[in-house]
T-cell receptor, first 114, second 111 residues
């Protein structure tokens, strides 16, 4: 079974530029998450999708971050404009249904904002 | 909301020794507690989890214990091996809500 795929793996941009990350969840997984993991910290949830609908985006900085999950499969997370403090690893995770368990994480995209 | 603390932040053990990582949570409604292992350059991987109706769970060399009264849970790794070196995260989740992760513990197993 293929895992959660993310691209790019690394991205370096200057502040005020825009950047987009892509995630392809495990086939058949209805729930998709985006997390932000700052160096030395645990993952922090940014947004949760159930199919193509948003379930929880309470911690997403909506003035600069946006995410979509068209057709309930792949998802993109965008930052526009980026700030220095956005430097982090952005993790995508997916799970099959509504239960709490078994979130599968992708390898993450490491973003450096200069 | 839920707050999860984790100790120690770094832990070094000799190969073959045991390692223990402890977490505390604040929300008494939390009922699911997973542990994730994150190796360098990779995403977190679930290694073991426990529900609030169980006090202990074991899977080969790893075990997790839960004390609901004290609101803390622990990860125990026995007979540590170099490949156990990684960052370990605990998390807590009230039913139907999302995970809140601890800050992580960097475990180094010395040969």
């Amino acid at each position: 079974e293929a895992g959660v795929a993310q691209s790019p793996r690394y991205k370096i941009i200057e502040k005020r530029q825009s950047v987009a990350f892509w995630c392809n969840p495990i086939s058949g997984h209805a729930t998709l998450y985006w997390y932000q993991q700052i160096l030395g910290q645990g993952p922090k949830l940014l947004i949760q999708f159930q199919n193509n609908g948003v379930v929880d985006d309470s911690q997403l900085p909506k003035d600069r971050f946006s995410a979509e999950r068209l057709k309930g499969v792949d998802s993109t997370l965008k930052i526009q404009p980026a700030k220095l403090e956005d430097s982090a690893v952005y993790l995508c995770a997916s799970k099959e249904g509504f239960s709490q368990e078994f979130q599968y994480f992708g390898p993450g995209t490491r973003l450096l904002v200069l | 909301g839920e707050n999860v603390e984790q100790h120690p932040s770094t832990l070094s053990v000799q190969e073959g020794d045991s390692a223990v990582i402890k977490c505390t949570y604040s929300d008494s409604a939390s009922n699911y507690f997973p542990w994730y292992k994150q190796e360098l350059g990779k995403g977190p991987q679930l290694i073991i989890d426990i529900r609030s109706n169980v006090g202990e769970k074991k899977d080969q060399r790893i075990a997790v214990t839960l004390n609901k009264t004290a609101k803390h849970f622990s990860l125990h790794i026995t007979e540590t091996q170099p490949e156990d070196s990684a960052v370990y995260f605990c998390a807590a989740s009230p039913y139907g809500q999302n995970f809140v992760f601890g800050p992580g513990t960097r475990l180094s197993v010395l040969p």
